[in-house]
T-cell receptor, first 113, second 113 residues
Framework: QQNVQQSPESLIVPEGARTSLNCTFS?????YFWWYRQHSGKAPKALM?????GEKEEGRFTIHLNKASLHFSLHIRDSQPSDSALYLC?????????????FGTGTLLSVKP | GGIITQTPKFLIGQEGQKLTLKCQQN?????MYWYRQDSGKGLRLIYY???????QKGDLSEGYDASREKKSSFSLTVTSAQKNEMAVFLC????????????FGKGTRLTVV
């Protein structure tokens, strides 16, 4: 059974800082890896995804994936107050009865002006 | 673009009561999901469905039933509401099964009195 954990649970950073969020998973056969962002009172929305080892950059956001160490991360360059939100990682498990998207425990980020 | 509509937005029920939450999507997506989110935490998968009339259990299915009678709709029933399951229930859909972006509704907030 897939276990997806995030760290830290919460984080406060100053505006302009580089922020790093971590996600570990337990199933080495996992295929797709996502980061979602949920602003307070809103629905979660996809930020970025990756499916092969390495790094992917989109604007101020970068994902790193290391399948061998069962770990992927999200890095935010020049953090802005508008980045304050709950960040959720998600991992896709392929299965015979359909594929499950399993979410992590969440990291609450607060960026202070 | 499409939209996912969840009804009702707020649901108050009595302990032990059977309660039904509804979800409609007009994306024409094959896969639909029900997740539960406890206050400020991650998402836990209750049920998902990869096509009309298909149902797959998630990790939190005990105490819940689901129904996918049409491609566009997916309902969730709390079979006997308990005070410890006050949470936001999020419906979602995707074209694929986790390898494509999952879109979320705005949620139904359940309170059990």
């Amino acid at each position: 059974q897939q276990n997806v954990q995030q760290s830290p649970e919460s984080l406060i950073v100053p505006e302009g800082a580089r922020t790093s969020l971590n996600c570990t998973f337990s199933d080495s056969a996992s295929q797709y890896f996502w980061w979602y962002r949920q602003h307070s009172g809103k629905a979660p929305k996809a930020l970025m995804s990756i499916f092969s080892n390495g790094e992917k950059e989109e604007g101020r956001f970068t994902i790193h994936l290391n399948k061998a160490s069962l770990h992927f991360s999200l890095h935010i360059r020049d953090s802005q107050p508008s980045d304050s939100a709950l960040y959720l990682c998600a991992v896709l498990n392929y299965g015979g009865s359909g594929n499950k998207l399993i979410f992590g425990t969440g990291t609450l980020l607060s960026v202070k002006p | 673009g499409g939209i996912i509509t969840q009804t009702p937005k707020f649901l108050i029920g009595q302990e032990g009561q059977k309660l039904t939450l509804k979800c409609q999507q007009n994306f024409n997506h094959d896969t639909m999901y029900w997740y539960r989110q406890d206050s400020g935490k991650g998402l836990r998968l209750i049920y998902y469905s990869i096509t009309e009339n298909d149902l797959q259990k998630g990790d939190l299915s005990e105490g819940y039933d689901a129904s996918r009678e049409k491609k566009s709709s997916f309902s969730l029933t709390v079979t006997s509401a308990q005070k410890n399951e006050m949470a936001v229930f999020l419906c979602a859909s995707s074209i694929g099964q986790g390898n494509t972006e999952v879109f979320f509704g705005k949620g139904t907030r359940l309170t059990v009195v």
